[in-house]
């Protein structure tokens, strides 16, 4: 009986493990900045932005059955007939969502410099509120590509190509984050433990006033707007990693670290395709329950059963945590 029990508990976690890491198409772009960005809403709920015309036509699609389906990709009402590069999407702690972009000069051709707008949502990504934008040198470019981090009501962490900059929503004003440096267009994340760790590769315990190097820390900074850092509730930091020649790379995986960012010791590889990735994939992660992880990602690979298309992956943190290598 218990030789039955173990080999029934064997094939459940082996069934589970195929099911959670099937590739869900959630889109076929055309090409260009794809960059796509992702959020949770309510319980079940997941939103996505991403490109599918470059700088013409940002999509954005829903999932209410924790991303198993998704609505046909619709364009993003506030950028229709207008430019646009592709930014991020934060679900603030009050459940609603804010959708950050960045806009050319033009709004019909690319002229520099860009800026950055954001706009909220109360119904998990239905409606949007009119746009604003984030403080600026007109002067000077200013890109967002990451979460932001939410410090208090109404009081975010913004991480912008030319400034890393606290803005307080209700006045509408930016000061300088910590001890005022930039870090550039890098995602920064405070873990569970209130510490700060910055895609440039440095760690904070003190809300930024001063910053430790990190040993060994993945190659965020070359790419930033390419890559992303997230926290996760259980304390586990996960950086992602392309790796392989060319353009896209030929493997995604997971830098991991188990001590609030201090190390970075393992790896969790979960895309390969045995050939060169379409497209620089622009990987971004999301926590969807307390056991699992979502990952939208794309791959324009025109000969791939399907054609171009922008994927969402669901993974069970049991899997990563079991299935993970030391980093060599």
């Not at 934060?90 to 050319?104: E, F, M, Q, S, Y």
């Not at 904070?204 to 926290?231: A, Y």
């Not at 969807?288 to 025109?302: M, N, R």
Request: charged share 25%; glycine share 12%; proline share 6%.
């Amino acid at each position: 009986m218990k030789l039955l029990l173990s080999v029934l508990s064997l094939f459940w976690v082996s069934y589970c493990s195929a099911a959670e890491l099937k590739l869900v198409r959630i889109g076929q772009p055309v090409g260009g900045h794809i960059h796509p960005a992702a959020c949770t809403g309510q319980p079940g709920t997941i939103v996505v932005t991403f490109g599918q015309i470059n700088h013409r036509d940002l999509r954005i699609t829903r999932s209410t059955d924790g991303g198993r389906s998704w609505t046909q990709p619709a364009p993003f009402g506030p950028t229709v007939k207008k430019t646009y590069y592709p930014g991020s999407l934060t679900r603030l702690a009050d459940g609603k969502l804010v959708h950050c972009w960045n806009r050319w000069s033009s709004e019909t051709v690319e002229t520099e410099p860009r800026s950055v707008l954001f706009a909220m949502s109360e119904d998990d990504g239905v409606n949007w509120s009119e746009p604003r934008p984030f403080p600026r040198d007109e002067k000077v470019m200013s890109v967002i590509r990451h979460p932001l981090v939410e410090l208090a009501a109404d009081k975010w962490l913004v991480g912008l190509s030319d400034r890393t900059l606290v803005f307080d929503r209700a006045t509408g004003i930016g000061t300088n984050f910590g001890d005022g440096r930039k870090h550039g267009l890098v995602p920064i994340v405070r873990t569970q433990t209130g510490a700060f760790v910055s895609g440039a590769g440095l760690r904070s315990g003190d809300d930024g006033r001063t910053w430790e190097p990190i040993t060994r820390f993945p190659n965020l900074k070359e790419q930033g707007w390419r890559h992303e850092m997230v926290c996760l509730s259980n304390g586990l930091l996960l950086a992602s990693e392309i790796l392989g020649p060319g353009v896209g790379g030929e493997r995604i995986r997971y830098v991991i670290s188990r001590d609030d960012g201090r190390t970075w010791g393992h790896v969790f590889e979960y895309y390969n395709p045995g050939r060169p990735i379409g497209g620089r994939a622009c990987p971004r992660t999301i926590q969807l329950d307390a056991d699992h992880i979502g990952v939208v990602f794309y791959d324009v690979e025109p000969k791939q059963e399907g054609g171009p298309a922008l994927f969402f992956l669901k993974i069970a943190l049991a899997d990563l945590d079991r299935e993970s290598k030391v980093r060599e």
